[in-house]
């Protein structure tokens, strides 16, 4: 009889610390990538009351592995960079995802503690008028990583098609990849014109 009540004392022991085992890390929680801006700075592991009002949950299971992941970006606001699937993609407030390639896919971590802290990244912003006077808008972004190298990553915005109920209704803005020597290029041509 003895030994059966410390068998079973012994297993209850056991499961209780497994359960605990997971919840204290932060790597069982579902954030959401749309976190409203207040609470994109709480640490829901030391304060699990805001869990509820910030849409987070608890996943059960740690064989889950697809939870999407996210840092932020300090400029330009609201953008970020989301890790699922093992891709990482930049998205900027109403624009379509894009996906980042590269070594720097194996530099950024998406940690709950990283999560926390802002990607301090670099924004150079141009619009140039061509000849046509057709106005080119140009970006370069600076990301560093954890690992502690940068990578640039070049983009062109197009000008938006469509009527303004279309836009702003069925459309996100597109951006698109453009190289770094093109952007160089076209920021010097434009530098040389004035």
Do not use: W
């Amino acid at each position: 009889m003895k030994s059966s009540i410390l068998l079973f004392s012994g297993f209850a022991i056991a499961t209780l610390l497994s359960a605990c085992a997971g919840s204290n890390s932060g790597e069982n929680l579902d954030v959401p990538t749309n976190l409203p801006p207040i609470c994109r700075d709480i640490d829901f592991v030391e304060q699990p009351d805001m869990r509820e009002m910030c849409g987070v949950r608890t996943v059960r299971t740690m064989a889950y592995k697809n939870i999407p992941q996210q840092r932020y970006l300090i400029k330009p606001q609201e953008t970020s960079i989301v890790k699922s699937n093992g891709k990482l993609e930049l998205r900027f407030q109403n624009s379509l995802p894009l996906l980042l390639e590269g070594p720097i896919t194996e530099e950024l971590e998406f940690s709950q503690q990283k999560r926390l802290e802002k990607i301090k990244n670099t924004y150079d912003y141009h619009e140039i008028y061509n000849k046509g006077a057709e106005r080119i808008r140009i970006f370069k972004m600076g990301i560093p990583t954890d690992k502690g190298n940068s990578y640039d990553f070049c983009f062109r915005i197009p000008e938006k098609k469509g009527n303004a109920r279309t836009r702003s209704v069925a459309m996100g803005n597109h951006i698109e990849a453009l190289s770094c020597a093109d952007f160089d290029r076209l920021v010097a041509e434009n530098a040389k014109t004035k």
